[in-house]
Nanobody
Framework: QVQLVESGGGLVQAGGSLRLSCAASGRTFSRYTMGWFRQGSGQEREFVATISWSGGGTYYADSVKGRFTISRDNAKNTVYLQMNSLKPEDTAVYYC?????????????????WGQGTQVTVSS
């Protein structure tokens, strides 16, 4: 079993930054691909970023390229999402996910484990 807990969300003005964290426990973490997804009010859950188990490969949605950075620290069983130059359209609940899938897999249904989410609100 894997448990995932997100933190770091909050309210920020447009152009600001936040760093989200996802702490994993319960099972070997380092061999899982990790992903970040988000879901705005009334919207479908969408892909944000993924990272390979080694941390050597990352992949981003076009909407966040150049602004967001995903990273992981396997010694701490934690994955991060650094979000810069935030826009109001980034407002959503952000979820982290883990799965034994290829590191470029962008469909949320392919992942095995999910956190409860953390709210990010960007004001204009």
């Amino acid at each position: 079993q894997v448990q995932l807990v997100e933190s770091g969300g909050g309210l920020v003005q447009a152009g600001g930054s936040l760093r989200l964290s996802c702490a994993a426990s319960g099972r070997t973490f380092s061999r899982y691909t990790m992903g970040w997804f988000r879901q705005g009010s009334g919207q479908e859950r969408e892909f944000v970023a993924t990272i390979s188990w080694s941390g050597g490969g990352t992949y981003y949605a076009d909407s966040v390229k150049g602004r967001f950075t995903i990273s992981r620290d396997n010694a701490k069983n934690t994955v991060y999402l650094q979000m810069n130059s935030l826009k109001p359209e980034d407002t959503a609940v952000y979820y982290c996910a883990a799965g034994g899938v290829g590191w470029k897999v962008t469909s949320w249904g392919a992942y095995d484990y999910w956190g409860q989410g953390t709210q990010v609100t960007v004001s204009s």
